[in-house]
């Protein structure tokens, strides 16, 4: 038995297949995707997180696609099925069962579309985060910057699928695009931290059910608990990296040094 559940909660630009548990009927099983970021967690299932993710395939035999939509799914996944008790109807639309798929390291040996898609998905995400930064603008004035294209490839797509993919998946487009999200990403450093540090939070709140689940075994139960101590850990890490950042400290090197090897998305 594993020391600690893994969540499935992924970060951003994380490709996403929905697996054979799913019962969903519009993203059934097959269907790939991903993540652009957590729009926060399910009010009456603490077990529960809504992603907005771009999907590039509904279920198996799919046509390629570059489409925005919302998904909801478990945080942990248990092999008790006492679980299901504690969670929705499985039947729930848009309620899906996903694991990560394997990715090249550099973007430049992705396909068109999953670059397309990437480059979408991370693009909403960075939009999102400039929305809730207080002091900086990050988002570029200019219409015609890479983002303000990436930020509507799912127009682009939808219009003409193969000219989008020929023009925009070429090598120059793509470093262009990875030079333009590294910077706007430092530059709202603070904003995606509070974002990490409120779904860790998110993670900490389904990890906390997991004591409820009748039945479990003795193992199971430290399980449970390891998995909460590790999710608390990981909450309180990156609450220290956010105060790092604000005005106040003069000094970050010190929090970061101590605190960073805490903080990972699982």
Not at 9 to 23: E, H, N, P, R, Y
Not at 228 to 234: E, L, T
Not at 240 to 262: G, I
Request: glycine letters at 4%; hydrophobic letters at 35%; proline letters at 4%.
């Amino acid at each position: 038995m594993p020391k600690t559940l893994t969540s499935q909660v992924f970060a951003t630009g994380t490709k996403i297949i929905v697996t054979d548990l799913s019962q969903d009927t519009t993203f059934g099983a097959g269907t790939t995707g991903f993540v652009s970021y957590v729009k926060g967690r399910d009010q009456d299932y603490d077990n529960v997180v809504y992603y907005r993710i771009v999907t590039t395939k509904r279920g198996k035999g799919g046509k390629e696609r570059i489409e925005l939509n919302d998904i909801s799914t478990p945080i942990f996944e248990v092999e008790n099925k006492n679980i299901l008790e504690l969670m929705p109807d499985e039947k729930r639309r848009y309620y899906v069962h996903i694991q990560p798929l394997p990715m090249p390291d550099d973007v430049l040996q992705f396909s068109d579309l999953d670059f397309l898609a990437f480059g979408f998905a991370y693009s909403r995400w960075i939009r999102k985060l400039n929305t809730r930064a207080k002091h900086v603008q990050a988002w570029p004035g200019d219409p015609h910057d890479i983002m303000n294209t990436f930020v509507r490839m799912d127009d682009y797509f939808a219009e003409d699928a193969e000219a989008t993919k020929d023009q925009y998946g070429a090598e120059e487009i793509r470093e262009t695009l990875m030079n333009r999200l590294r910077v706007l990403e430092s530059t709202l450093v603070k904003c995606s931290l509070s974002y990490m540090k409120k779904v860790a939070d998110i993670e900490v709140l389904g990890a906390s059910l997991l004591p409820h689940i009748k039945g479990a075994s003795q193992s199971e139960k430290s399980l449970y608990k390891e998995t909460i101590d590790a999710y608390k850990k990981k909450s309180h890490a990156l609450n220290s990296l956010v105060e790092a950042h604000s005005p106040q400290v003069k000094s970050t090197k010190a929090v970061l040094s101590t605190f960073a090897k805490d903080v990972s998305w699982s």
